[in-house]
């Protein structure tokens, strides 16, 4: 075992403790993980696709983002580490929010991640929902995609993760999706959130937030304010 996953299972076991692990120390230790030069080419590849990751790549990252970029460092954040509802806790202002995480085209990124593991290179987006993603999808690595295409294919499987969680188990809970928006310019994340209120006004989340998954920009609050939470 390598100095890096040491470091996450320390990490997890610190997220996953009863009293769970202060915001700021959690973002820190994250971030010292991943601190240029603390990692060999072979760590890299692996934190890509080993399952033994997942947790950190598609739940614990996003949340550290959202938090950093609202600029919530106080507090405390408790992973569950299986397949439980919430995936998370937040403690603070005198309360336990849930919080669940899900990945908009979950199901490209990991054929991307292990195109780029396998190629050396690979497309940043193709691109194709999940439903209709196959695995022996050929991943041109200069695929050509219009704005529009990228914006309906974001905009849909935003759309369809939410869709996903309309029970009532996640009622006023804080849900954060994570989707490839660097894919469509900037000036379009608007109207994809007008787009997507429709939908999250129907949700029982509390708070709705789409987050760029290559930590871009600023979060797009779909339902509820940054405020309140």
């Known amino acids: 075992m390598g100095k890096f996953e040491v470091k996450l299972n320390k990490l997890r076991a610190m997220l996953t403790s009863d009293v769970g692990l202060?915001?700021?120390?959690?973002?820190?230790?994250?971030?010292?993980?991943?601190?240029?030069g603390c990692r060999s080419e072979a760590e890299i590849a692996e934190?890509?696709?080993?399952?033994?990751?997942?947790?950190?790549?598609?739940?614990?990252?996003?949340?550290?983002?959202?938090?950093?970029?609202?600029?919530?460092?106080?507090?405390?954040?408790?992973?569950?580490?299986?397949?439980?509802?919430?995936?998370?806790?937040?403690?603070?202002?005198?309360?336990?929010?849930?919080?669940?995480?899900?990945?908009?085209?979950?199901?490209?990124?990991?054929?991307?991640?292990?195109?780029?593991?396998?190629?050396?290179?690979?497309?940043g987006f193709v691109g194709k929902s999940d439903s209709s993603f196959k695995d022996?999808?050929?991943?041109?690595?200069?695929?050509?995609?219009?704005?529009?295409?990228?914006?309906?294919?974001?905009?849909?499987?935003?759309?369809?993760?939410i869709d996903a969680k309309m029970s009532e188990k996640f009622r006023g809970m804080l849900l954060i999706v994570s989707a490839p928006l660097n894919a469509i310019p900037s000036q379009e994340w608007e109207p994809l959130k007008s787009d997507l209120l429709c939908v999250s006004k129907k949700s029982p989340f509390g708070w709705i937030v789409v987050v760029d998954r290559a930590k871009n920009g600023k979060p797009i609050f779909l339902k509820g304010e940054h405020a309140t939470i």
């Open 136 to 161: 022996h999808f050929p991943m041109k690595k200069r695929d050509m995609y219009s704005t529009a295409e990228a914006f309906c294919a974001v905009k849909q499987s935003i759309s369809v993760r």
């Open 22 to 36: 202060e915001i700021e120390v959690a973002a820190r230790l994250f971030s010292k993980a991943f601190a240029l």
């Open 47 to 123: 934190y890509r696709t080993a399952t033994k990751f997942k947790v950190f790549r598609d739940e614990v990252s996003p949340t550290l983002f959202l938090l950093d970029r609202m600029k919530i460092g106080s507090g405390k954040l408790k992973f569950a580490f299986d397949s439980s509802v919430p995936d998370a806790f937040l403690n603070r202002k005198g309360r336990n929010l849930g919080i669940e995480v899900t990945q908009a085209l979950g199901t490209e990124e990991a054929a991307i991640l292990r195109t780029l593991n396998t190629e050396g290179s690979s497309p």
